[in-house]
């Protein structure tokens, strides 16, 4: 059983940068595809940005790309995100999910994803 723990959310002005941390312990998340999610007071959870196994894939969400680096380091059993050029609207909890499952699957949705963190605060303020 994979646990997922985030880190890193604070509040920080617009344009500033931020770089949340998901660290795994227990399973083998080295071989699990891993992403990170966003939900905002009043609005539902959203895909952000996911990332292979061995971390050549990456995808993101069109409002985050280009603003949003995802990245894992499997030996330190770590995936982070990096966001930079941040904006008020980037405001949500962020949570970091793990998919055990082998097999395609549509990786923006959460409900695809067997493991989650309990979630940091970003705030962004204007």
């Known amino acids: 059983q994979v646990q997922l723990r985030e880190s890193g959310g604070r509040l920080v002005q617009a344009g500033g940068s931020l770089k949340l941390s998901c660290d795994a312990s227990?399973?083998?998340?080295?071989?699990?595809?891993m992403a990170w999610f966003r939900q905002a007071p009043g609005k539902e959870r959203e895909f952000v940005a996911t990332?292979?196994?061995?971390?050549?894939?990456?995808f993101y969400q069109a409002s985050v790309k280009g603003r949003f680096t995802i990245s894992r380091d499997n030996a330190k059993k770590t995936m982070y995100l990096q966001m930079s050029s941040l904006k008020p609207e980037d405001t949500a909890v962020y949570f970091c999910?793990?998919?055990?499952?082998?097999?395609?699957?549509?990786?923006?949705?959460?409900?695809?994803?067997?493991?989650w963190g309990q979630g940091t605060q970003v705030t962004v303020s204007s």
């Open positions: 999910a793990g998919r055990g499952r082998p097999g395609d699957f549509d990786r923006r949705s959460g409900d695809n994803y067997d493991y």
């Open positions: 990332i292979s196994p061995m971390g050549v894939s990456t």
């Open positions: 227990g399973g083998s998340p080295s071989n699990y595809y």
